[in-house]
């Protein structure tokens, strides 16, 4: 039995930065379960690679080369992804990059590259899309969000400034295009063991500091956050927007701190 009140079926998705780590997790996630999937990213043989490698069933999933930090290279995806599919149903802003220093040792290009991608990257894509979806009073945005928004970590600051940004720029669009029948929210994932943070998790102390501060006791898995995913942009999900469901296992539910209980 099949609850259609999770159900993704038809759905013509689109994710940036699906060719990796999360993107990758929630593009399949939402292949496996008969949505047409489109991925984007900046290297081509990686992208379908990819999409060879996920594509089930009758949809097979389609790739398109986009730097969301470029926006010709957002223009063009828009024209290309509705000149053959008509329309997007979900948008899920996932591309995202960082680079771990000081706050003191960032440059001003370095901070540029970092905003660039990571916030106006995302609002450029969302409002382009964002646009077709006003137009047609339907649509939904997933913005993938971080830990960060609810306590910066040292060593991220830039990173961490972006995907506050991002938080707020959920809110905002909330706000404004409810309206029009366009729901936008936000998932914040603890830590995962991507390949963007593969050094971090081999180091013990790390591994075991995130053991103890995690009330699950463990690193998530890229495809527990699937779920969350399937609920915003399905029926399940149709009165919540501008909301941030964080999957963190527990981590931003309080401070643990070493006293016997």
């Known amino acids: 039995m099949q609850d259609e009140l ?13 060719s990796r780590g999360i993107g990758r997790a929630l593009a399949q996630g939402f292949a496996e379960r008969q949505a047409q999937v489109i991925i984007t990213g900046r290297e081509a043989d990686t992208l379908a690679q990819t999409a060879e490698e996920i594509s089930t069933g009758e949809h097979p999933v389609a790739f398109r080369v986009c730097d969301v930090s470029k926006s010709e290279q957002i223009d063009a995806l828009f024209d290309s992804v509705i000149g053959e599919f008509d329309h997007i149903d979900t948008l899920l802003n996932v591309a995202g990059l960082n680079t771990r220093k000081k706050v003191e040792d960032y440059t001003l290009e370095e901070y540029d590259w970092i905003m660039d991608t990571n916030l106006r990257g995302a609002f450029a894509l969302a409002q382009k899309f964002g646009r077709h979806m006003i137009g047609r009073q339907s649509g939904n945005i997933i913005n993938i969000d971080s830990f960060n928004t609810y306590a910066p970590l040292m060593g991220v600051g830039p990173y961490a400034i972006s995907k506050a940004g991002m938080q707020m720029m959920t809110r905002a669009l909330a706000s404004e295009w409810g309206k029009h029948g366009v729901r936008v929210n936000g998932i914040a994932p603890g830590f995962f063991p991507t390949a963007l943070a593969a050094k ?38 149709g009165f919540v927007t501008g909301h941030t469901l964080r999957v963190d296992g527990g981590m931003s539910a309080g401070i643990n701190w070493p006293v016997e209980l």
């Open 6 to 18: 999770f159900s993704v079926k038809g759905q013509i998705v689109l994710l940036s930065g699906a």
């Open 200 to 237: 971090l998790w081999a180091q013990e102390k790390m591994l075991n500091w995130v053991n103890e501060q995690t009330p699950l006791g463990r690193l998530g898995k890229v495809e527990e956050l699937v779920g969350a995913a399937i609920f915003l942009a399905s029926p399940a999900g």
